[in-house]
């Protein structure tokens, strides 16, 4: 559930963060960190980490005809860092200068340094300190850096090439991470705190006794491709857990995670009472759907909140929505029948990439059919991250600047504001 304007009365869910941590003392510098990334970017005058990749345009016939630049989500006031972190020795970083290594002006960020000819006296190449890629590499026309071929699988819905895609480190390496402050407004969607509609989970969280989350959902889920979970640096941990972070120092409440989510799934699997294959933190698994787990390997457990995060899949795969809503009532069903007063967030996935022809469908449709569901039962609300993730793309980031993978994964930036999203819902 979204409004499309802020309302004062609600404070931000940061700022609660912020207060309740400092009751316990002195804070870490990787606590105010944490607690500066899952600050709602919406209400702060100070972005923090926005990843952004530097493109250089080119001509048709292939030569570069401006420097590299990409746009941030907000007109800068003060860059305060930019900073690239290394990926290919899982350790790093590296920090640039305004003026040395790039310039800002008017919301863009521009490499500094020369556009260079090759033997044959095209313009394909930039000598610059700063990462970059063609925009022939960002379509994957031309082979993306430290990537193997141009043959990913994934075709183009531009034309007859193939995007790029990779589930390591390549594409994330190449995204700076910006902070900077600035005045500007949010105009766009927006998360409302729905606390009262949660209200099992947010009584044990007010009352500080221990609140046990479960998480099933797809591969986002699972938190690919959080650098945590790829095992390089800057290690952030995924949004399930950037959020149990906040709810914990919002509340005072120890916060239990299961997590049951398999990448590649869709709601047939989740459902299904027979062993199904899927991906978890890069490992190729087995595992019964949600309902078969509470027979079998989850019989002794009782969940006081639930988030059920599928759609990005079942839209590709072509579940069908009749189907994706019988599912995901099948689920909420077997939710309420371990416990009747469990709360449920329905999550609506991000979206994919609108250049991968295959995988980009009515992913939008799946989340929307959320709220119907919802509204069929008591407790039960929305979480519509993809709505968001509309807003960002139509606002200036290109797809590339806030995914891991290129087609349907999250990177950093994006796993945080899941947690945002999240947060906000249940932190008045």
């Known amino acids: 559930m979204f409004k499309k304007r802020l309302f004062a009365g609600f404070a931000c869910a940061a700022a609660a963060l912020v207060a309740l941590a400092g009751c316990g003392g002195n804070k870490s510098p990787e606590d105010t960190m944490t607690e500066n990334l899952i600050k709602n970017f919406w209400q702060s005058d100070t972005m923090y980490d926005e990843t952004v990749i530097l493109v250089a345009p080119m001509d048709e016939a292939g030569n570069i005809t401006a420097l590299p630049q990409g746009r941030l989500l907000f007109a800068a006031d003060e860059i305060v860092s930019v900073k690239q972190y290394f990926h290919a020795d899982h350790a790093g970083e590296k920090s640039f200068t305004e003026g040395a290594d790039y310039t800002y002006a008017d919301g863009v960020i521009t490499a500094v340094g020369t556009i260079e000819e090759d033997l044959d006296g095209k313009k394909t190449s930039v000598a610059t300190t700063m990462p970059y890629i063609t925009e022939r ?21 531009d034309g007859a090439w193939e995007i790029p895609y990779t589930e390591g480190y390549q594409i994330v390496q190449l995204q700076l991470s910006v902070t900077y402050k600035h005045s500007g407004a949010w105009q766009n969607n927006t998360p409302v705190y729905q606390g009262e509609s949660l209200p099992h989970a947010l009584a044990k969280l007010q009352k500080k006794q221990d609140t046990e989350i479960l998480i099933f959902g797809d591969s986002i889920s699972t938190g690919s491709n959080s650098s945590s979970v790829l095992k390089i640096h800057p290690n952030l941990p995924a949004w399930y857990d950037l959020m149990k972070t906040g709810l914990e120092k919002a509340y005072g409440a120890k916060v239990h995670l299961t997590n049951k989510s398999m990448g590649g799934w869709t709601t047939r699997e989740a459902v299904s009472e027979n062993p199904n294959s899927g991906w978890v933190g890069g490992q190729l698994v087995s595992q019964v759907g949600l309902p078969a787990l509470f027979k079998g390997e989850l019989s002794a457990y009782s969940p006081d909140l639930a988030i059920i995060g599928f759609g990005m899949n079942d839209a590709t795969l072509d579940v069908g929505l009749n189907n994706y809503a019988a599912n995901i009532r099948k689920l909420i069903d077997a939710i309420r029948a371990r416990n009747a007063g469990c709360d449920i967030i329905l999550l609506g996935t991000m979206l994919a990439n609108s250049q991968a022809k295959n995988q980009y469908k009515n992913q939008t449709e799946y989340s929307a059919l959320n709220l119907k569901i919802a509204a069929l039962y ?17 606002n200036g980031k290109k797809y590339m600047d806030m995914t891991g993978n290129n087609v349907n994964h999250p990177n950093d930036f994006m796993a945080r504001i899941y947690c945002m999203n999240l947060l906000a819902t249940m932190v008045k």
């Open 378 to 394: 008591e407790n039960v609300v929305c979480v519509d991250v993809g709505a968001m993730h509309q807003n960002l793309l139509d």
């Open 137 to 157: 590499q960002y379509l994957g026309k031309d082979l993306f850096p430290g990537c193997a071929t141009t043959a990913t699988g994934i075709p183009s819905s």
